[in-house]
């Protein structure tokens, strides 16, 4: 039996500060741009309401790291605002969080610049909520030591990470909110913006259904405002029929194109840096196919889950799916036939396996449960490079022989 997935959609630092300033979160000025010219204009617009003469020009990437990676630039006129979005529109950005192929920015954040060098009190904080499945609460957790990365400040200096678990029957209490702005050392003004900072920030994560609202930095500017000067947010895939809204704001371009096309099909898809492809009816089953790969020498190439009901068309679409990935030796179809019949699945497998055609590389079919017998029979003389196994064991030896 299938299980209802936990997959997230990411969404860009300009989206995720339109749903803060809904929420009553203060946000710097800002307007997407995909040109040089437009992120000029950008600029222009901001100058006139807000009265700044300095810019953040911000690729934006489903990924952080993006200032170290040349992604992000302060500009001090509209040639610099020119020049910067030059440079960054088109480029391909490597952050830690990219992996070495990075990704291309196609659209940049021209922002109302709010660092003001010199200038006095300016801080930047660290506030992230997310949920903590041991407690069954949503946690937030902020630090003083903002703008840098919090892994590091984890690692280095715990201390400094500090937590306040919320009830989500209650949402954040104003207790829990003072709590925070004292612990940050905040005062005056400050101490109040912080207040209706943290309780928009919880009320934005909340409603939104999402699964984590990370602001880094939360800036304290000159004049005491509290700012989000960046916003990472992933919302949860299940919740999104509650938000058709949110749905319009997915980016295709920045996820992989075969979990995308996997999507289509209800399938769940995981890429993976393996060798053994596999294809799987049910979550739990999945993990412990991947565990009977690595257990017979193989690394697994993804986590693919066809769900209670596989038929020919799931599994031709699966089979597509793992072949787009050059580096798949092998393929380990592992179905237990629960509510589908095994024989179904198997005539499926037959039929998906003909219809691509030139499949190179062994399939390795194991099948149990109902109709398991027959469905053997069936993968035995259909005359394809096909190999059919009963047990696990037998599959993970047919996966050793084929791989190493």
């Known amino acids: 039996m299938s299980i209802i997935r936990y997959k997230i959609m990411n969404i860009h630092e300009y989206q995720g500060k339109s749903i803060l300033k809904k929420y009553g979160v203060t946000i710097p000025e800002g307007i997407v741009a995909d040109t040089p010219e437009a ?4 600029a222009r617009t901001i100058a006139e309401k807000t009265g700044t003469c300095t810019w953040a020009v911000k690729a934006q990437i489903h990924a952080g ?26 480029m391909n950005l490597v952050t ?11 659209k940049i954040l021209v922002e109302q610049g709010i660092f003001y060098p010199g200038e006095s009190p300016i801080h930047e904080y660290y506030m992230s909520i997310l949920l903590n499945r ?7 957790m902020y630090s003083t030591e903002g703008g840098m990365d919090i892994e590091k400040v984890a690692a280095e200096t715990p201390h400094l990470i500090h937590k306040e678990e919320i009830d989500p029957a209650f949402g954040i209490l104003p207790f829990q909110a003072r709590k925070i702005a004292l612990t940050l050392g905040l005062e005056g003004k400050a101490y109040k913006e912080m207040l209706k900072f943290a309780t928009g920030l919880y009320k934005a994560y909340d409603k939104c259904d999402a699964s984590l609202f990370e602001i880094n930095p939360v800036f304290k500017t000159s004049d005491n405002l509290i700012m989000a000067a960046d916003a990472k947010v992933n919302i949860d895939d299940n919740a999104l029929y509650r938000h058709p809204e949110y749905t319009d704001m997915r980016d295709l371009s920045e996820e992989d194109a075969t979990e995308v ?7 769940n898809f995981i890429k993976l840096d393996g060798n053994v492809g596999c294809m799987v009816n049910g979550a739990g089953l999945a993990m412990a196919t991947m565990d009977i790969i690595k257990l017979s020498g193989g ?5 693919l889950d066809v769900g209670g009901s596989a038929n020919a068309e799931t599994v031709e679409a699966g089979f597509r799916i793992i072949l787009k990935d050059p580096s798949v030796k092998a393929i380990l179809i592992n179905i237990f036939g629960g509510i589908v019949r095994c024989d179904r699945v198997a005539n499926g497998v037959v039929e998906a396996y003909k219809k691509i055609g030139n499949i190179e590389i062994p399939v390795i079919v194991r099948l149990q449960g109902t109709g398991a017998d027959v469905a053997k029979k069936v993968i035995d003389d259909s ?3 096909v190999f059919s196994a009963i047990t696990l064991k037998e599959a993970a030896e047919l996966v050793k022989t084929q791989v190493n």
Not at 39 to 42: I, K, L
Not at 66 to 78: D, E, L, M, P, W
């Open 299 to 303: 690394e697994p190439a993804n986590f």
């Open 39 to 42: 992120a000029v204009r950008a």
């Open 134 to 140: 041991q407690t069954g609460r949503n946690t937030i």
């Open 96 to 106: 830690h969080q990219t992996g070495p192929k990075g990704k291309t920015v196609h």
């Open 383 to 385: 005359g394809l490079h």
């Open 65 to 90: 790291g993006r200032g170290k990676g040349g992604g992000v630039k302060i500009a001090k006129s509209y040639d610099d605002v020119e020049n910067h979005a030059k440079a960054i529109l088109g």
């Open 261 to 267: 096309e996997a999507g289509k099909y209800n399938l």
